[in-house]
């Protein structure tokens, strides 16, 4: 089993920084890709950002210039820097990874989400 934990949310006033962490640990595994994504109320879940050593970093255009997405391979952690903050940007961020998990019957691809954390933007 690989668990997702996350940390970092919080409520901050339009034009501030948050920076939301999320470590992965458990089972055996290498990492394809590692992202985040977010959910406002009444809309569905949207990409923020993924980060992949084959693909590199990708934004979603509402986030370009603003995020940064990062990773510490060594410990499995992913990071999102939000800065200039918005109120459009309040939602429920999670934490997606792409994992190879070797398991007891073979190495298989498993996609894994955080629990999530909330961020809210006052302006």
């Known amino acids: 089993q690989v668990q997702l934990v996350e940390s970092g949310g919080g409520l901050v006033q339009a034009g501030e920084s948050l920076r939301l962490s999320c470590a992965a640990s458990?089972?055996?595994?290498?990492?394809?890709?590692m992202g985040w994504y977010r959910q406002a109320p009444g809309k569905q879940r949207e990409l923020v950002a993924t980060i992949s050593s084959v693909y590199g970093a990708n934004y979603a255009d509402s986030v370009k210039d603003r995020f940064t997405i990062s990773r510490d391979s060594a410990k499995n952690i992913v990071y999102l820097q939000m800065n200039s903050l918005k109120t459009e940007d309040t939602a429920v961020y999670y934490c997606?990874?792409?994992?190879?998990?070797?398991?007891?019957w073979g190495t298989g691809e498993y996609d894994y989400w955080g629990q999530g954390t909330q961020v809210t933007v006052s302006s």
């Open positions: 997606n990874a792409d994992l190879l998990v070797a398991t007891s």
């Open positions: 458990g089972s055996t595994f290498s990492v394809n890709a």
